[in-house]
T-cell receptor
């Protein structure tokens, strides 16, 4: 079964510190993986797509098929990064499955 | 383009009442889906549709009905509201066949409270 796990519900770091939000997936095929961000009481916005290998707002994510991981990283956190982050996997039948989410708080 | 539009933004229902959450998109997307967002549980898929006339169940379909008579609209019906259905509901759409090129576009959500 398609499943996405974000082991940390809450993550708090200081401004300027590195950030890593963990995501592990399980899917028998070749998944398409995404990171979504949700700022306070707003709609979900697409942050990253693994297929494009891009960097958005300083965030990057590398797909590690051996570890079935897609961790989100940023070398220097900023206060405006405080938000809810969701890892998601697009698998069979075009279903987008989300992890439980990690609430990131950047302390000044 | 308005993107994905959800109405209403807020709703309070009494237990047993029925209502329909509306979702419309103007991007000619084939794929549409409904999620509910609950603290600590992330977003869970309720129902989805790969095109007009085609719907299927997601992870938590019980208590909800959907239909897809047009490409643009994908309403979600609560037949007999229960307090367990208190949640924030998001509608999302994407174009089929784009693979990982594009993610989903989400609506702004409907915050539903059942008392």
């Amino acid at each position: 079964a398609q499943r996405v796990t974000q082991p940390e519900k809450l993550l708090s770091v200081f401004k300027g510190a590195p950030v890593e939000l963990k995501c592990n997936y399980s899917y028998s095929g070749s998944p398409e993986l995404f990171w979504y961000v949700q700022y306070s009481r707003q709609r979900l916005q697409l942050l990253l797509r693994h297929i494009s290998r891009e960097s958005i707002k300083g965030f990057t994510a590398d797909l590690n098929k051996g570890e079935t991981s897609f961790h989100l990283k940023k070398p220097f956190a900023q206060e405006e990064d405080s938000a809810m982050y969701y890892c998601a996997s697009l698998g069979g039948a075009q279903k987008l499955v989300f992890g439980q989410g990690t609430r990131l708080t950047i302390n000044p | 383009n308005a993107g994905v539009t959800q109405t209403p933004k807020f709703q309070v229902l009494k237990t047993g009442q029925s209502m329909t959450l509306q979702c419309a998109q103007d991007m000619n997307h084939e794929y549409m889906s409904w999620y509910r967002q609950d603290p600590g549980m992330g977003l869970r898929l309720i129902h989805y549709s790969v095109g007009a006339g085609i719907t299927d169940q997601g992870e938590v379909p019980n208590g909800y009905n959907v239909s897809r008579s047009t490409t643009e609209d994908f309403p979600l019906r609560l037949l007999s509201a229960a307090p367990s259905q208190t949640s924030v509901y998001f509608c999302a759409s994407r174009a089929l066949g784009t693979g990982g090129t594009y993610g989903y576009t989400f609506g702004s959500g409907t915050r539903l409270t059942v008392v």
